[in-house]
């Protein structure tokens, strides 16, 4: 049922009688990626799915949006934000987020190949080292206390009690938000600062362990300047990837500034370009964003603030299973509405945007 009225909504629209509707060439299409993988199935069993695409998968993006877009740089994009001028016809720019070291191993060949220009959001304290992205850690931890407690919401609910930390109040009203560990995960991190985040996950490897897990691999300096000579653009993505809203100022104003800065000082370019770290924004943030020094930034869904258009650009955020049908398949017809922005046809963010005002949505 999706597909075919996806299929509908995407004839009307290469015909013309969408056009109205659909993105023009006025609004600039930014995708938004994590991880690009040589196998999702296997990793999915131990990453979180929502981060992941196959490199075939991510093959057939590109080539079914290179139908109707041309791929152009962000700093292109930005131009023309800052300008307010049409490009001659729709545009898309690609980005990934965090920084995997699979992004140079499978996207950046693939990439390179269809002459398509890309750009990475690094978060750089971890940059060459071997140790856990904060989500993926708490992910995996999660999924151990699921897999091992007996009541997984009423023995989360009494840590986080128990830690005397007030986060999501869905997670304490009602079990859908600990239905599973993506959605713990979701509704956990936007509300916790860094270190309340390390005290819940102190709790749950007390609780269950560490475990055995392989931690997914960042970029290294060698790699990120072989990609940025390579054309691809480099950006921020803070320090730790924390919670911009869920922090202090003079914290804010430190991840935004010692990232810009250590990236700076190692590759020797201007660093122009952030991505904010789970989509969390307000007011305050976009205006330590500006102060920072950043002439552009990104959200991870498609809410801009039309007061900050440079500094809330939207991005569709693309995995594994986000333009697939009933079978799991590849919908070509999906992808297309959704890059157009016809489909879905009305969305909620849960995002944290308190006291912006939404251009699209």
Sequence with gaps: MKTTLASTISFAHDHGFAAALARGRTRPLVLAYHRVVDDFASIARTGMPSMLTSTGMFERHLDSLARHFRFVTLDDIGAQVLSGRPFDKPVAAVTFDDGYQDVYEQAYPVLTRKGIPAAVFVVTDLIGRSVWQVHDRL????????????????????????????????????????????????????????????????????????????????????????????????????????????????????????????????????????????????????????????????????????????????????????????????????LNCQAQDLWPPSRQCARVHAGTAHAHG
């Design 139 to 334: 992910y995996h931890l999660v999924g151990r206390a699921f897999a091992t407690w007996h009541d997984p919401h009423r023995e989360l609910c009494a840590l986080l009690k128990a830690l005397d930390l007030s986060v999501d109040s869905s997670i304490a009203q009602t079990r859908e938000a600990t239905r599973t560990p993506l959605l713990t995960v979701s509704a956990l991190l936007p509300g916790l600062p860094m270190a309340d985040v390390q005290r819940v996950m102190d709790g749950l490897e007390a609780s269950v362990g560490q475990g055995v897990s392989d931690i997914p691999r960042t970029l290294g300096w060698a790699e990120l300047d072989v990609m940025r000579r390579g054309g691809v653009t480099i950006g921020s993505h803070t320090k730790r990837h924390v919670s911009l809203p869920a922090e202090s100022a003079a914290t804010v104003a430190d991840e935004l500034s010692g990232s810009k800065q250590a990236l700076e000082a190692r590759l020797g370019e201007s660093i122009v370009h952030f991505a904010y770290p789970g989509g969390q924004f307000t007011p305050s943030v976009i205006e330590a964003v500006a102060q920072a020094d950043y002439r552009f930034a990104y959200t991870a869904c498609q809410h801009g603030d039309p007061h900050h258009r440079a500094l809330t650009i939207e991005r569709l955020l693309l995995w594994e299973g986000s333009s697939v049908d009933a079978d799991g398949r590849f919908s070509s017809a999906l």
